[in-house]
T-cell receptor, first 112, second 116 residues
């Protein structure tokens, strides 16, 4: 299995909702990443997990809460989001010490 | 210092032509330079990557040229095809960013259209 999967593909939520994005990989990668990508912009790093521990938080608002329950799974919990948080949320993974990052297809999030 | 500047913003090339996209960086600590291809509604896919100890790397129709002294690198797509129409992002990375795994700093992207 050489891919990163993300669910759901699309998500529409209100500003008071709580939802979660899920990312899964079975390549044995021990580094996992969340990126946010606005339309016609490059991906922007949000979080990095190394060996299931949060190693980088790029000053992301607390309404985004990442979780890495095991080495294959990465979640992003969403609460009280704003319309400007609408974007494509990308998950990626890589082997530790190896630079190549493999991206999932993303979750298209719309906040109403 | 952490920026990667990419040009052009958009590019139209005839089928069979050469597509050239350029990137420049300032931070000499960057030591890994990948190019990603992204189709609409999809995640970025790694196309080709280079390290600063190499001046050129070729994989099929795709070539990276790297100029360490000028702090510039470019992607050349030979014999461009309509299926190459996508957005291309250059990126740069520093291992052990923040004391952990390397991150990716992306350029702003180039939308390539290859006309039949």
């Amino acid at each position: 299995d050489t891919e990163v999967t993300q669910t759901p593909k699309h998500l529409v939520m209100g500003m008071t909702n709580k939802k979660s994005l899920k990312c899964e990989q079975h390549m044995g990668h021990r580094a996992m990443y969340w990126y946010k990508q606005k339309a016609k912009k490059p991906p922007e790093l949000m979080f990095v997990y190394s060996y299931e521990k949060l190693s980088i938080n790029e000053s992301v608002p607390s309404r985004f809460s990442p979780e890495c329950p095991n080495s294959s799974l990465l979640n992003l919990h969403l609460h009280a989001l704003q319309p400007e948080d609408s974007a494509l949320y990308l998950c990626a993974s890589s082997q530790m010490g190896v630079r190549e990052q493999f991206f999932g297809p993303g979750t298209r999030l719309t906040v109403l | 210092q952490q920026q990667v500047k990419q040009s052009p913003q958009s590019l139209i090339v005839q089928k069979g032509g050469i597509s050239i996209i350029n990137c420049a960086y300032e931070n000499t600590a960057f030591d890994y330079f990948p190019w990603y291809q992204q189709f609409p509604g999809k995640g970025p896919a790694l196309l080709i990557a280079i390290r600063p100890d190499v001046s050129e790397k070729k994989e099929g129709r795709f070539t990276i040229s790297f100029n360490k002294s000028a702090k510039q690198f470019s992607l050349h797509i030979m014999d461009s095809q309509p299926g190459d129409s996508a957005t291309y992002f250059c990126a740069a990375s520093i291992m052990n960013y923040g004391g952990s795994q390397g991150n990716l700093i992306f350029g702003k992207g180039t939308k390539l259209s290859v006309k039949p």
